[in-house]
């Protein structure tokens, strides 16, 4: 079998748009039961309930998850509440305990997607089951190694796929914890169709305000829903707390969100594709931009005290001259190309200027 010939009734059968809502971290019964009740009585369309039960952590001697303990309580909120539950599993270990404690939903987390022998090892501990199971994008923009993963799955008859979109790592530090790179999940896409994508605005925006933006957004290039972490006391979470919203405001961005076409369906609003390809550029133009003014600035500073004149003709002869090259190479128009770099350093030599005449 073929990764385009994947179906995913189980996806079609739950609400649309697919959300799933829940703790970064599971880290108490009383705080898994609260956030579950506290979802359900908003009465937000939320499907499945999430939380961390292993964390992945940067560095060592932090939270790195409740353990096992965690699985009874997401149980308890299936019980109770009558969600169907999600955890995140890096191992053939997870995978056997998050089985035995009947978990409806498991993730392969960005840190584990981007390597082939934890996702072989996942995929051998799932043979034989029809558990969904969600791929996270690996932490790195590459397509090839999130399509990888999910081969690997289909390769040991898992067959019930979806892709969840959480951003990409960078080394510059931007608005977003991890970077959307558009491109990527939309050329994924394009590729499969028919594979449910959901989007990870908490992992994207690392904080509170863009969520909704970026759920949207998602939704209006036929994404099938989104997973957003959502906590009791978000301010006291013992991970991500400054991402995690409350189920009161998780059922308020779930009322604002305009379904715009169901489903998959969407996927055809090419006009909407575009434009957020367009957009996503945009801002790493900006973001880029930003970055050359901060250079141009320690230049300035550099010029100050070496006593050196701010405008060096030689230097933007090499400018104009790589410009013009880049834009023939790129087939662009080399009045445009060099309109920009005039406009770029013009502005460079304000940036300077205003550090010359600053004491
Ligand atoms: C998470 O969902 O809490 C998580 C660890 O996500 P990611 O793998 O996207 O970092
Ligand atoms: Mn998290």
New binding site residues.
Partial sequence: MNLKDVKNEWVNELSQPLMIAGP?SAESEAQMLETARRIRETNAQVSIFRA?IW??RTKPNGFEGVGVIGLNWLKKVKEEYGFKTAT?VANAHHVFAALEADVDVLWI???STVNPFTVQEIAMALRGTDKPVFV?NPVNPDLALWVGALERLLGQDIKNLGVIH?GFSTYQKTKYRNNPNWQIALDFKSQFPDIPMLI?PS?ICGNRTGLADITQEALNVGYQGA?I?THCNPDEAWS?ASQQITPEVLAELIGNLKVRNSGIAGFDNEMGRHRTLISDLDFQLIELLSQRMKISEKIGKLKKENDIAIFQPERWKVITEYATQKAKETGMSQEFIEKVFKAIHEESIEVQNSIMIDR
């Fill in positions: 970064c961390g964390k992945p995140e987390g960005a840190r996270k959480r990870d992992h997973i972490e991500d």
